[in-house]
């Protein structure tokens, strides 16, 4: 396990990773070729550390997986190169896939970019394709406790100064 940024919280990159000793954070996991030609990468945004936090709700995956899954890919600098994101079974993060010219300090400027547009939810409106017809299950979510991962999350990635810079000071001055 190296670092990529080594002033930067929790951001390392990690090919083989033993979950017991696996903290929260945004990890570069794997980059797979595909066709012999394009490379991917897949980034680990890990919510919760395995075994040692609860996981995810069912609701909170699903709120996050439909605003991420929506709103990365209109950032102006890595929407284009996202493949796609997609919730981790065991629920404690998800997995992000982009092009190989995605950096890891590009995912989390654009996370909390996405924070500062759409957090906190203040309803189930403020979820993006949560009806019957974009959606396999539109009554699964939560406006609170996902309110409350996201903040916790972003406190992993920034501190409370870094977090004040993008404007985004809140998740360290409210606590859900
Ligand atoms: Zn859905």
């Known amino acids: ?30 980059v797979y070729t595909i066709n012999e030609e394009y490379q991917v990468r897949s980034w680990d945004l890990r919510f919760r550390a395995p075994m040692a936090h ?14 991420m899954a929506y709103y990365l890919r209109l950032d ?10 997609c919730p981790m079974g065991c629920k404690t993060g998800f997995y992000l896939s982009t092009m190989q010219n995605v950096e890891a300090e590009d995912v989390r400027e654009a996370l909390a970019k996405v924070y500062k547009q ?39 990635l920034f501190t409370a100064d870094e977090a004040a810079e993008r404007g985004i000071a809140s998740v360290y001055e409210k606590w859900w």
């Open 1 to 30: 396990m190296y670092k990529i940024k080594a002033m930067k919280k929790n951001i390392v990159s990690s090919f083989d990773v033993d979950h017991r000793t696996l903290d929260a954070g945004l990890y570069l996991r794997s």
């Open 54 to 67: 609860a996981p995810l709700g069912s609701g909170e995956v699903h709120t996050i997986e439909h605003l």
């Open 76 to 85: 102006e600098k890595i929407g284009s190169s996202i493949v796609s994101f």
């Open 118 to 156: 759409v957090f906190p939810l203040k309803s189930a409106s403020d979820i993006v394709g949560l009806n019957e017809i974009q959606c396999g299950n539109p009554g699964l979510y939560a406006i609170d406790s996902t309110n409350a991962a996201m903040a916790e999350y972003m406190r992993t």
